[in-house]
């Protein structure tokens, strides 16, 4: 099944002619889901043809503009467009009165369910829990109430030996459990999943850290990640604006990724006073085996 990610807006703080700001497309196992919504969101939907109607809910990691702002203008976009299918918005408290307020001064209408609801910005909370899949919010340490969020494969299922099982003529209920990776009782035995199936491949995961310092809080929740994207706002150079902004610099989202053990590391919210992006992969590959410069419109599968 499908698990990729699209990087919509890699820049920060403003948008520019390079990089748009943050929002990321996710799809897992056939579904769709947006992380953060910055202004010309929209824009960068329509360019990489991504099916922004079928979007099952959308997660904003704070309330500052680069992140935000682009909310309302899709909403609304897709009510004018006929969306029926119901939509969840995860955010952080005031999220929703802020929404209000602006539907009332642009008197919107809506033509399908919308949900806003309040992730917790003291202990990590299940958002979404699939049968195959769940997403995840945890705090962040940023200069105000943020969450970053983990996309996580869960509960897949063993491949069967389609050829063996036909010729036993197992039951669907036996097959069910056998799927599961449960031992089955049939015809006086007890069938044991390897004899009759693969495990399955290890599960997938993709973490995105919104606006940063390094904490405890991001390391736990990133641990094992397939990708982890990370706020990399500044180069070495720079470093001294790291911590008053409530950002990371480059070679710090290294320093996590490593501690982490993920399997690759992706560097977002990159300030623009940056134009060259070798210049940062420069610096990045010096300190993790796996790193790139997220830019606007890639497409990475995990």
């Given at each position: 099944m499908n698990f990729d990610v699209v990087f919509l807006g890699t820049g920060a703080a403003v948008p520019t002619e390079l990089r748009g700001t943050t929002s990321q497309f996710v799809s897992i196992h056939g579904h769709h889901y947006l992380l953060d919504a910055g202004e010309g969101v929209q824009l960068a939907l329509r360019k990489h043809r991504l099916p922004f109607q079928k979007?099952?809910?959308?997660?904003?990691?704070?309330?500052?503009?680069?992140?935000?702002?682009?909310?309302?203008?899709?909403?609304?976009?897709?009510?004018?467009?006929?969306?029926?299918?119901?939509?969840?918005?995860?955010?952080p408290p005031g999220l929703e009165d802020w929404l209000n307020l602006t539907w009332r001064a642009i008197v919107a209408h809506f033509t399908y369910d919308l949900t806003v609801l309040p992730w917790q910005n003291e202990e990590a909370m299940t958002l979404c829990q699939e049968e195959r899949y769940a997403l995840t919010s945890f705090p962040v340490k940023h200069r105000i109430e943020a969450c970053g969020i983990r996309v996580e494969?869960?509960?897949?299922?063993?491949?069967?030996?389609?050829?063996?099982?036909?010729?036993?003529?197992?039951?669907?209920?036996?097959?069910?459990?056998?799927?599961?990776?449960?031992?089955?009782?049939w015809d006086g035995a007890t069938l044991v999943p390897r004899d009759w199936a693969k495990p399955p491949k290890d599960a997938r995961s993709y973490v995105f850290s919104g606006d940063t310092r390094p904490c405890e809080s991001l390391k736990r929740h990133a641990a094992g990640a397939t990708l982890l994207c990370h706020d990399a706002t500044f180069m070495e150079r720079d470093s001294a604006k790291a911590k008053p902004t409530y950002h990371s610099t480059v070679l710090e989202a290294c320093r996590v990724a490593q501690q982490v053990e993920a399997k690759r590391l992706g560097l977002t919210h990159i300030s623009s006073r940056y134009r060259d992006p070798a210049e940062v992969q420069q610096e990045a590959s010096k300190s993790f085996h796996s790193v790139f410069v997220a830019s606007d419109g890639l497409k990475v599968s995990l």
């Open positions: 979007i099952r809910g959308i997660f904003i990691s704070h309330m500052h503009g680069d992140h935000v702002l682009g909310l309302p203008g899709l909403l609304s976009t897709m009510s004018l467009l006929g969306r029926t299918a119901p939509l969840t918005v995860w955010g494969e869960r509960n897949l299922p063993w491949s069967l030996d389609g050829a063996k099982v036909r010729e036993a003529n197992l039951p669907f209920d036996v097959r069910k459990q056998l799927r599961q990776g449960m031992e089955a009782r």
